[in-house]
């Protein structure tokens, strides 16, 4: 019944490697977001589809690659992970409406990053 | 660019009221929200403004000035389960024509018995 779901939730890896996240959202919206907060809470948008196009794409660098296979999917991919990739990343989405803009973003419960 | 200042931190205690401020800087504007984060969990909708003027839901309300850039969220009989972060958020848009929401920098509310 989970609304918008992310796995994993924990993830410790070492740095240099490779990882991903994966996204899910089932309550039939047409755009996904994957937020960044670092350890301050600051909440930081990177990217976002809107029917699995790339429509916000924030200064992220390029180890850093989503993709998305359908709309109800957004799927994040690091390469080469730092240590300032350390954070928490959120995946969210909302129904977006044309001269609409109250439209409320669901997020999931985040998917905690540590990288050592 | 964009800014949202926030106070950091506020404490107060069961049943009281507390206000907390937020002040605004965007190229674009299209409407003020607010998200509610307890420690370790996702960040949760609060309230919209699109116009100026308070908005009242149950015990939060949320007043938006568009000609000063300020907005506020005002808890009233404050719980022990009110302690968390609070973010303010601004729609702006992107060149594509999409809107994208800009968080402010989040105030952590501490409510004590």
């Known amino acids: 019944d989970t609304a918008v779901s992310q796995t994993p939730k924990y993830l410790v890896t070492q740095m240099g490697n490779d990882k991903s996240i994966k996204c899910e959202q089932n309550?039939?919206?047409?755009?996904m977001y994957w937020y960044k907060q670092d350890s301050k809470k600051f909440l930081k948008i990177m990217f976002s589809?809107?029917?699995?196009?790339?429509?916000i794409n924030e200064t992220v660098p390029n180890r850093f690659s989503p993709k998305s296979p359908d709309k109800a999917h957004l799927n994040l991919h690091i390469n080469s992970l730092e240590l300032g990739d350390s954070a928490v990343y959120f995946c969210?989405?909302?129904?977006?409406?044309?001269?609409?803009?109250?439209?409320?973003?669901?997020f999931g419960e985040g998917s905690w990053l540590t990288v050592v | 660019g964009q800014s949202l200042e926030q106070p950091s931190e506020v404490t107060a205690v069961e049943g009281a009221i507390v206000q907390i401020n937020c002040t605004y800087q965007t190229s674009g504007f299209y409407g003020l929200s607010w998200y509610q984060q307890h420690d370790g969990g996702a960040p949760t909708f609060l309230s919209y403004?699109?116009?100026?003027g308070l908005e009242e839901t149950g015990r939060f309300s949320s007043f938006l000035s568009r000609s000063d850039s300020y907005g506020y969220l005002l808890l009233q009989e404050l719980q022990m389960k009110d302690s968390a972060s609070y973010f303010c958020a601004v729609r702006d848009l992107e060149d594509t024509g999409f809107q994208k929401l800009v968080f402010g920098t989040g105030t952590r509310l501490l409510v004590s018995p």
């Open positions: 969210a989405s909302s129904q977006e409406r044309q001269g609409y803009s109250g439209n409320t973003i669901y």
């Open positions: 589809y809107n029917n699995k196009e790339l429509i």
């Open positions: 403004n699109a116009l100026d």
């Open positions: 309550l039939g919206h047409d755009t």
